[in-house]
């Protein structure tokens, strides 16, 4: 079979930053799909979408000129349908053979389950590959994702963009094709300023090389690692080292064809303002890089990245330095500002905004948070003072101006701010320090990569946002539906379990649940008096009797959601976070049966059972486990508590009664200190005895009285073997 390269490339206008990866990749996915879908062999070796702001394009290593011999069986009508009594066809087989275009006697028969049918097979040539590639190319392009299609000229079809030129090599064959009204060539084009004319592409082999002398990059990771080496060298010459953030790089990857690094830099004055606010500047408005000094701090210096290679830098440069300005002097006079105001005077403004209609204003969260730290904090060893202060400041920056123009800076400049205010000076410094850090540590993790706080005050003010935050959304019906969750409570429900499991911090969930629980469903009460009292109110104003106004029962709001509920929706989230880690299904049902009130528990049990897991009694046990709860399952009426040496008639049941106790006296100082791995190393050595009981011993006797006893051994043994994890779930 002969294979020739293949080249697609589609030119059009600057297509869109944000969806170029995606319509490059659809494009590869769609060509390769087509040929393969039509039998055509593709080599693709290491091939991988290519494409620029100004291009799309597939390379494609080797890809079969001619598809293979093409073999179609088209079934007919069973024979005792086909053929009349005196072996003649019916209509119903010769309008199958004038279907197929052969006489019904060329036609061949099959048998299925219902008997023997005719069916008409046919081998016809494969199609040059070059006869196949243009409908290839139109049907790739018509799957790919492209929400607001754009239309130009005359023509019906749309694109993404505006398209000028199309490629299309088979070898050094151009295919002969059409394309949104354009004839493909062997023409593509270089770089808008940098190269003049056309770039002619001979082969598809030469087509990387071709466009790189046309100064274009049309390999991404050639780009990348382009701006990449010439960002670090910028920054290498005035002693910096670059800030390059992925997300940052992704974006200026897909604004260049041919990436040119050049160092600017702005006045040190504005140095003042936190830092973040100018990197969210310049990465995020302006697609800079910021460059960080010796001590990890920003500097006055970023690149820039510029489409070409100017003759003129030093104009760029002032370009670059000027669109800045403007965006600081903003941030630098909202952070003076916010200054002067204070953080304390911030949270004044916060009753009068609304965090959710039934549960009330921003400031009767804060107060309902402030309370659940207190509570928190005298478990975890952190001052409930301080942490209830830290609390009722932890959304005052929301009503700062640097956070109203840049969200992202939530919490982050109430660090800055909580360091300056005056308000706060009754503190000493480290408290102050701590107070500080916590309020940026609250909204940790901030997205699924993010680290969980790590200070103890940090912790204790995160673990009590996202409590009340679950609970007020349980307790006013916003648990998420599909894909909607708009107050983020599975991103909630996880960054508590991390939190907890992370940091390794033991505290009753259900406990802190109930109280969360408890404040929300005060909260609705509150707000539902408040709007009634405000309709009644309304209504006298209007010559309305208060008595007609409807009052508020316990029918016009939420009851107070079951706790399980909220555990329930905690453990759903921890399924993924382990499903991540490698954890077996099996493993965490194990543990999650037993619904242990601390998350850093279930986290030491689960690492315990995968311990136990590997031992070559666990299979044995976990089935003897599950065995012992469907026979006591079954029992009708109490079993009882003690177990009768007096009532063994067997000796493998005096010997099982003898290794639990003793199981028992070993394993109770390590339960209780919760070395899970320990109790399950000791268990395991009950497998000699529980194999040897199920063996010889029959549970269900007749007298009432062995009976019984032995239920009682049994439910004494699942007792211990249940009390780390529900082991029978390890049993298939």
């Given at each position: 079979?002969?294979?020739?390269?293949?080249?697609?490339?589609?030119?059009?206008?600057?297509?869109?930053?944000?969806?170029?990866?995606?319509?490059?990749?659809?494009?590869?996915?769609?060509?390769?799909?087509?040929?393969?879908?039509?039998?055509?062999?593709?080599?693709?070796?290491?091939?991988?979408?290519?494409?620029?702001?100004?291009?799309?394009?597939?390379?494609?290593?080797?890809?079969?000129?001619?598809?293979?011999?093409?073999?179609?069986?088209?079934?007919?009508?069973?024979?005792?349908?086909?053929?009349?009594?005196?072996?003649?066809?019916?209509?119903?087989?010769?309008?199958?053979?004038?279907?197929?275009?052969?006489?019904?006697?060329?036609?061949?028969?099959?048998?299925?389950?219902?008997?023997?049918?005719?069916?008409?097979?046919?081998?016809?040539?494969?199609?040059?590959?070059?006869?196949?590639?243009?409908?290839?190319?139109?049907?790739?392009?018509?799957?790919?994702?492209?929400?607001?299609?754009?239309?130009?000229?005359?023509?019906?079809?749309?694109?993404?963009?505006?398209?000028?030129?199309?490629?299309?090599?088979?070898?050094?064959?151009?295919?002969?094709?059409?394309?949104?009204?354009?004839?493909?060539?062997?023409?593509?084009?270089?770089?808008?300023?940098?190269?003049?004319?056309?770039?002619?592409?001979?082969?598809?082999?030469?087509?990387?090389?071709?466009?790189?002398?046309?100064?274009?990059?049309?390999?991404?990771?050639?780009?990348?690692?382009?701006?990449?080496?010439?960002?670090?060298?910028?920054?290498?010459?005035?002693?910096?080292?670059?800030?390059?953030?992925?997300?940052?790089?992704?974006?200026?990857?897909?604004?260049?064809?041919?990436?040119?690094?050049?160092?600017?830099?702005?006045?040190?004055?504005?140095?003042?303002?936190?830092?973040?606010?100018?990197?969210?500047?310049?990465?995020?408005?302006?697609?800079?890089?910021?460059?960080?000094?010796?001590?990890?701090?920003?500097?006055?210096?970023?690149?820039?990245?510029?489409?070409?290679?100017?003759?003129?830098?030093?104009?760029?440069?002032?370009?670059?330095?000027?669109?800045?300005?403007?965006?600081?002097?903003?941030?630098?006079?909202?952070?003076?500002?916010?200054?002067k105001q204070g953080l304390t005077a911030m949270n004044d403004g916060l009753t009068t905004v609304t965090y959710q209609a039934?549960?009330?204003?921003?400031?009767?969260?804060?107060?309902?948070?402030?309370?659940?730290?207190?509570?928190?904090?005298?478990?975890?060893?952190?001052?409930?003072?301080?942490?209830?202060?830290?609390a009722e400041l932890s959304k005052a920056d929301l009503q700062s101006r640097l956070v109203n123009e840049f969200p992202e800076?939530?919490?982050?400049?109430?660090?800055?701010?909580?360091?300056?205010?005056?308000?706060?000076?009754?503190?000493?410094?480290?408290?102050?320090?701590?107070?500080?850090?916590?309020?940026?540590?609250?909204?940790?993790?901030?997205?699924?990569?993010?680290?969980?706080?790590?200070?103890?005050?940090?912790?204790?003010?995160?673990?009590?946002?996202?409590?009340?935050?679950?609970?007020?959304?349980?307790?006013?019906?916003?648990?998420?539906?599909?894909?909607?969750?708009?107050?983020?409570?599975?991103?909630?429900?996880?960054?508590?379990?991390?939190?907890?499991?992370?940091?390794?911090?033991?505290?009753?969930?259900?406990k802190l649940i109930k109280i969360a629980e408890a404040q929300a469903s005060m909260a609705l009460r509150q707000t539902a008096?408040?709007?009634?009292?405000?309709?009644?109110?309304?209504?006298?104003?209007?010559?309305?009797?208060?008595?007609?106004?409807?009052?508020?029962?316990?029918?016009?709001?939420?009851?107070?959601?079951?706790?399980?509920?909220?555990?329930?929706?905690?453990?759903?989230?921890?399924?993924?976070?382990?499903?991540?880690?490698?954890?077996?299904?099996?493993?965490?049902?194990?543990?999650?049966?037993?619904?242990?009130?601390?998350?850093?528990?279930?986290?030491?049990?689960?690492?315990?059972?995968?311990?136990?897991?590997?031992?070559?009694?666990?299979?044995?046990?976990?089935?003897?486990?599950?065995?012992?709860?469907?026979?006591?399952?079954?029992?009708?009426?109490?079993?009882?508590?003690?177990?009768?040496?007096?009532?063994?008639?067997?000796?493998?049941?005096?010997?099982?009664?003898?290794?639990?106790?003793?199981?028992?006296?070993?394993?109770?100082?390590?339960?209780?200190?919760?070395?899970?791995?320990?109790?399950?190393?000791?268990?395991?050595?009950?497998?000699?005895?529980?194999?040897?009981?199920?063996?010889?011993?029959?549970?269900?006797?007749?007298?009432?009285?062995?009976?019984?006893?032995?239920?009682?051994?049994?439910?004494?043994?699942?007792?211990?073997?249940?009390?780390?994890?529900?082991?029978?779930?390890?049993?298939?």
């Open positions: 079979m002969s294979l020739q390269p293949l080249l697609v490339e589609i030119g059009t206008e600057e297509l869109p930053v944000g969806a170029l990866p995606g319509l490059a990749q659809a494009l590869f996915d769609g060509v390769i799909d087509g040929l393969l879908k039509r039998g055509i062999a593709v080599d693709r070796d290491d091939a991988k979408p290519l494409y620029t702001p100004r291009r799309l394009a597939v390379l494609l290593p080797g890809v079969a000129t001619m598809q293979p011999e093409q073999h179609a069986e088209l079934l007919g009508p069973y024979v005792n349908i086909a053929l009349d009594a005196a072996g003649q066809p019916t209509r119903a087989l010769q309008g199958f053979a004038a279907k197929a275009g052969v006489d019904w006697s060329a036609l061949a028969r099959t048998a299925d389950a219902r008997g023997e049918r005719f069916v008409h097979r046919a081998t016809t040539p494969g199609a040059a590959t070059a006869a196949l590639l243009p409908q290839i190319v139109r049907e790739a392009v018509a799957a790919m994702p492209i929400p607001k299609p754009m239309r130009w000229g005359d023509r019906a079809e749309g694109f993404a963009r505006p398209v000028h030129w199309w490629v299309l090599l088979h070898g050094a064959q151009v295919v002969a094709g059409e394309l949104f009204g354009l004839a493909a060539g062997h023409s593509s084009r270089g770089h808008r300023f940098m190269h003049e004319g056309a770039v002619r592409i001979d082969a598809p082999g030469d087509y990387v090389d071709a466009l790189r002398n046309a100064h274009v990059l049309v390999d991404p990771d050639e780009r990348r690692a382009r701006i990449v080496r010439e960002v670090e060298a910028a920054a290498a010459s005035v002693g910096g080292v670059a800030r390059i953030d992925a997300d940052n790089l992704a974006q200026v990857e897909c604004l260049s064809e041919w990436p040119s690094a050049v160092l600017c830099s702005f006045e040190r004055d504005f140095l003042a303002v936190p830092a973040e606010a100018l990197i969210a500047t310049m990465e995020a408005n302006q697609k800079f890089f910021p460059v960080l000094d010796a001590d990890g701090k920003l500097s006055e210096h970023f690149v820039g990245i510029a489409n070409l290679e100017s003759t003129a830098v030093a104009e760029v440069r002032k370009g670059y330095e000027r669109v800045i300005r403007p965006r600081f002097a903003d941030a630098r006079f909202f952070f003076d500002a916010d200054l039934r549960l009330g204003s921003v400031a009767a969260k804060v107060a309902r948070v402030a309370a659940l730290a207190q509570a928190i904090a005298g478990e975890v060893g952190v001052d409930p003072a301080l942490a209830r202060r830290a800076l939530q919490g982050i400049a109430g660090r800055y701010y909580a360091l300056r205010d005056a308000a706060l000076a009754d503190l000493d410094a480290d408290a102050r320090a701590q107070l500080a850090q916590a309020l940026d540590e609250a909204y940790m993790p901030r997205f699924s990569a993010d680290a969980v706080a790590p200070s103890p005050l940090g912790q204790v003010l995160a673990i009590a946002e996202r409590l009340d935050t679950l609970a007020g959304g349980f307790a006013a019906g916003l648990k998420p539906t599909g894909n909607k969750d708009p107050f983020a409570l599975r991103r909630n429900a996880l960054g508590l379990a991390r939190t907890l499991i992370e940091r390794g911090i033991e505290l009753d969930l259900p008096l408040q709007k009634v009292e405000s309709e009644a109110a309304r209504a006298k104003s209007k010559g309305v009797e208060a008595s007609g106004v409807h009052t508020v029962t316990t029918d016009d709001i939420f009851p107070n959601q079951n706790v399980r509920d909220i555990l329930d929706f905690i453990l759903d989230r921890l399924h993924g976070y382990y499903a991540d880690q490698g954890v077996p299904p099996q493993q965490f049902e194990a543990v999650a049966a037993l619904r242990p009130a601390s998350l850093h528990d279930f986290d030491r049990r689960l690492k315990a059972i995968a311990e136990f897991a590997l031992l070559p009694e666990a299979d044995a046990l976990a089935a003897a486990n599950k065995r012992i709860r469907n026979i006591l399952k079954k029992v009708e009426g109490d079993i009882p508590q003690a177990v009768d040496p007096a009532l063994f008639a067997e000796a493998a049941e005096r010997e099982l009664a003898a290794a639990v106790d003793a199981a028992i006296a070993d394993s109770d100082a390590a339960l209780a200190a919760g070395d899970y791995v320990a109790v399950l190393g000791r268990l395991a050595r009950l497998r000699p005895q529980v194999d040897a009981f199920f063996d010889q011993v029959m549970v269900n006797v007749d007298d009432a009285a062995v009976r019984h006893n032995r239920l009682a051994l049994l439910q004494r043994l699942a007792a211990r073997l249940g009390s780390v994890a529900a082991i029978e779930h390890l049993s298939a």
